[in-house]
């Protein structure tokens, strides 16, 4: 099975730049898909297809996707951003698997 | 705009079956552009992926899980539903019912507020 390698805490100062990365097989020819999770909440879309945002979401938040590693890119961090981060992918071949990644925790110092 | 909501029992016996239904409102179950799935997260753990179907009936399981997950769809009801058999305290998480977009990617666009399953005796 597909395997998406998060680490497990990210931190950064406010006002810093916050990357997160997703390592997979050749994760760069997949659409990876990240979403935001507050305690007690269910998950929120942030970025999705690599690098597009959904409407809503400040243009803070950015994503890249190349060879094994697929990146979040969070800028101009705010308190409000603490969360946990999750990447997913998609296998529509034969087997049709929902990936998700183990998941980062980012702290705002 | 479309919403999803789970319901169904917050506490389950071990060995028991756990049963879960989404209601989808202000859109319909019957589009083709997606698939219907469950995700669950056990407490302060990650998000596991369970299985989806699509409304024709059609269905994809976790393959960790595959063995005792049964996931049908109600269309006349814009519904649908897992079952999960044999549960442990393992399988005490919080389920979420979730919608999967076929043209995207399979980005999960929209997430139901999820409810915590509990299996104790």
């Known amino acids: 099975s597909y395997v998406l390698t998060q680490p497990p805490s990210v931190s950064v100062a406010p006002g810093q730049t916050a990357r997160i990365t997703c390592g997979g097989n050749?994760?760069?020819?997949?659409?990876v898909h990240w979403y935001q999770q507050k305690p007690g909440q269910a998950p929120v879309l942030v970025v999705y297809?690599?690098?597009d945002r959904p409407s809503g979401i400040p243009e803070r938040f950015s994503g890249s996707n190349s060879g094994n590693t697929a990146t979040l890119t969070i800028s101009r961090v705010e308190a409000g951003d603490e969360a946990d981060y999750y990447c997913?992918?998609?296998?529509?071949?034969?087997?049709?698997?929902?990936?998700f990644g183990g998941g980062t925790k980012l702290t705002v110092l | 705009q479309v919403q999803l909501q789970e319901s169904g029992p917050g506490l389950v016996k071990p060995s028991q079956t756990l049963s879960l239904t989404c209601t989808v409102s202000?859109?319909?179950?019957?589009?083709?552009?997606?698939?219907w799935s469950w995700i669950r997260q056990p407490p302060g753990k990650g998000l596991e992926w369970i299985g989806y179907?699509?409304?024709?009936?059609?269905?994809y399981y976790n393959p960790s899980l595959k063995s005792r997950v049964t996931i049908s769809v109600d269309t006349s009801k814009n519904q649908f539903s897992l079952k999960l058999s044999s549960v442990t305290a393992a399988d005490t998480a919080v389920y979420y019912c979730?919608?999967?977009?076929?043209?995207?990617?399979?980005?999960?666009?929209?997430w139901g507020q999820g409810t915590l399953v509990t299996v104790s005796s």
């Open positions: 979730a919608r999967v977009e076929i043209t995207f990617g399979g980005v999960i666009s929209l």
């Open positions: 202000g859109g319909s179950i019957s589009s083709g552009d997606y698939y």
């Open positions: 179907i699509y409304y024709s009936g059609s269905t």
């Open positions: 050749n994760i760069g020819s997949k659409s």
């Open positions: 297809d690599d690098s």
């Open positions: 997913q992918v998609w296998d529509s071949s034969s087997d049709h698997l929902v990936v």
